[in-house]
């Protein structure tokens, strides 16, 4: 992931240039402003960025803002398949050229995209070089549409109170990590050495909520967390490990199904 869009390619010490611009003024437009400073992400970050979403091979990614497809390229060496998107003509050229010189042609993709448009379903990264607006505009499609597990990579710029997983200064550099979670919203039977009725109120990766116990008494549920698809979380002393798959959940010796 070489650069941001190229509307949307400041320095950290030039975000003047696009003070002006809204997200939607941005994409609304149908030619590529080219007139605002090109940075490349540097290869050390590109690096450590695959190297902190553990990129492998078999893995599909995709770069929003993949300029000279530095990124798609370099995971593509990695073993995995790539696909990245940019607002310049230039750079898709650029990313191109690249990939047929490093010899993984077979295992990439650059084109000229609506973002907003993108199939997110099939990712399991995703990788960014965005304004904070723009990330903040894709974060409901992100936890909606990607599988729980998939994770996100960002170079310079969050995702608003959605908590990274890891944040890392790279030379200089923010590095953002993500992993999506897996929905468990709502109110859960559970099944096994203790049967409960309970309510979660999850936000992102984390969720507490309360534990209706057989014989009327209620419980906190404290500790809740989700890695992708893994839960944990307590009620009282105990604690519950498993597997989030849909509408239900499955532990060592205790099972769930939404209700």
């Given at each position: 992931?070489?650069?941001?869009?190229?509307?949307?390619?400041?320095?950290?010490?030039?975000?003047?240039l696009v003070a002006t611009l809204?997200a939607g003024a941005v994409y609304?437009?149908?030619?590529?402003?080219?007139?605002?400073?090109?940075?490349?992400?540097?290869?050390?970050?590109?690096?450590?960025?695959?190297?902190?979403?553990?990129?492998?091979?078999?893995?599909?990614?995709?770069?929003?803002?993949?300029?000279?497809?530095?990124?798609?390229?370099?995971?593509?060496?990695?073993?995995?398949?790539?696909?990245?998107?940019?607002?310049?003509?230039q750079r898709i050229k650029e990313?191109?050229?690249?990939?047929?010189?490093?010899?993984?042609?077979?295992?990439?993709?650059?084109?000229?995209?609506?973002?907003?448009?993108?199939?997110?379903?099939?990712?399991?990264?995703?990788?960014?070089?965005?304004?904070?607006?723009?990330?903040?505009?894709?974060?409901?499609?992100?936890?909606?549409?990607?599988?729980?597990?998939?994770?996100?990579?960002?170079?310079?710029?969050?995702?608003?109170?959605?908590?990274?997983?890891?944040?890392?200064?790279?030379?200089?550099?923010?590095?953002?990590?993500?992993?999506?979670?897996?929905?468990?919203?709502?109110?859960?039977?559970?099944?096994?050495?203790?049967?409960?009725?309970?309510?979660?109120?999850?936000?992102?990766?984390?969720?507490?909520?309360?534990?209706?116990?057989?014989?009327?008494?209620?419980?906190?549920?404290?500790?809740?967390?989700?890695?992708?698809?893994?839960?944990?979380?307590?009620?009282?002393?105990?604690?519950?490990?498993?597997?989030?798959?849909?509408?239900?959940?499955?532990?060592?010796?205790?099972?769930?199904?939404?209700?």
């Open positions: 992931m070489a650069s941001r869009f190229a509307v949307l390619r400041p320095t950290f010490y030039a975000l003047a809204t609304a437009q149908q030619e590529p402003r080219l007139d605002v400073i090109y940075v490349p992400t540097p290869q050390q970050v590109v690096d450590r960025m695959l190297a902190i979403a553990q990129v492998k091979q078999g893995d599909y990614m995709i770069d929003f803002g993949c300029g000279d497809g530095r990124m798609v390229v370099t995971a593509a060496k990695r073993g995995a398949r790539g696909y990245g998107v940019d607002i310049n003509p990313a191109n050229e690249n990939a047929k010189a490093a010899g993984v042609t077979d295992k990439v993709e650059f084109k000229i995209a609506n973002l907003f448009e993108e199939d997110l379903s099939k990712a399991d990264v995703m990788a960014m070089y965005l304004l904070t607006d723009i990330n903040l505009r894709l974060r409901p499609k992100i936890l909606d549409t990607m599988k729980p597990g998939s994770r996100i990579v960002s170079h310079a710029f969050d995702m608003g109170d959605w908590k990274p997983e890891v944040h890392e200064n790279v030379d200089g550099r923010n590095v953002y990590f993500w992993i999506v979670p897996a929905k468990v919203n709502g109110t859960w039977q559970v099944d096994g050495p203790n049967k409960m009725k309970v309510t979660l109120d999850q936000t992102y990766q984390f969720f507490t909520g309360k534990a209706e116990m057989d014989g009327g008494k209620t419980l906190d549920i404290t500790d809740g967390r989700l890695k992708g698809n893994e839960i944990t979380f307590k009620v009282g002393d105990q604690t519950y490990t498993g597997k989030v798959d849909g509408n239900s959940i499955n532990g060592a010796n205790w099972k769930a199904t939404k209700a």
